[in-house]
């Protein structure tokens, strides 16, 4: 069965710090990695997705996720926050195999003006 | 384009009570989600719509939880009677077709509140 980890529920940071935030999924296939993100008082939006080819996949924002097979992670990172950046995070996988998306239970980010 | 639309944003109803939430996709999106997410956790499958015809609702507790898509568009949630755990923000979300890499746009959300 499919299920998704994150490894931090909060983190707080200072501007400009840099950012990564893990995640690790177990599926036994081949895979689609996502990373959501929800801003206060707004909805889910999409953030960036790995589909296949180069693992390292640039997003919105400056935002980038590195895709390691054989650790079966997809952490998130970026070199420098901002406040704007305060936001909840959500890991998701899907099996190409499958259609249902696993979501993991999120990370919220506080980032300190 | 228009996104995702959900209505009502807010519902507070008593347990035993029945509730009806309504998502309007993005149009031309064939697929159609139901999540529901509890406070602190992340959104969980309730079902997927491909066009009109369920694709999975494996995680939809049957007995209580009820949805549909006529036509391949609007679609329905319906929880009947409600229970003290169903509070929750129940997302819909839409995607172009289910193909591998797509991702989801999603709408504000229903937030329930069972007392």
């Known amino acids: 069965a499919q299920s998704v980890s994150q490894h931090n529920h909060h983190v707080i940071l200072s501007e400009a710090a840099s950012l990564e935030l893990g995640c690790n999924y177990s599926?036994?296939?081949?895979?689609?990695l996502f990373w959501y993100v929800q801003y206060p008082g707004q909805h889910l939006q999409l953030l960036l997705k790995?589909?296949?080819?180069?693992?390292l996949v640039k997003g919105i924002k400056g935002f980038e996720a590195e895709f390691i097979k054989s650790k079966f992670s997809f952490n998130l990172r970026k070199p420098s926050v901002q406040w704007s950046d305060t936001a909840e995070y959500f890991c998701?996988?899907?099996?190409?195999?499958?259609?249902?998306?696993?979501f993991g239970a999120g990370t919220r980010l506080f980032v300190k003006a | 384009e228009a996104g995702v639309a959900q209505s009502p944003r807010y519902k507070i109803i008593e347990k035993r009570q029945s509730v009806a939430f309504w998502c309007n996709p993005i149009?031309?999106?064939?697929?159609l989600y139901w999540y529901q997410q509890i406070l602190g956790q992340g959104p969980k499958l309730l079902i997927q719509?491909?066009?009109?015809?369920?694709?999975?609702d494996s995680q939809l507790p049957k007995d209580r939880f009820s949805a549909e898509r006529l036509k391949g568009v609007d679609s329905t949630l319906k929880i009947q009677p409600a229970k003290l755990e169903d509070s929750a923000v129940y997302l819909c979300?839409?995607?172009?077709?289910?193909?591998?890499?797509?991702?989801?746009?999603f709408g504000s959300g229903t937030r329930l509140t069972v007392v």
């Open positions: 979300a839409s995607s172009l077709e289910s193909r591998q890499g797509d991702g989801y746009t």
């Open positions: 599926y036994g296939g081949t895979v689609n």
């Open positions: 790995y589909f296949s080819g180069d693992p």
């Open positions: 998701a996988v899907r099996g190409t195999g499958g259609f249902k998306t696993i």
């Open positions: 149009s031309g999106h064939a697929t």
């Open positions: 719509f491909q066009n009109n015809g369920v694709v999975d």
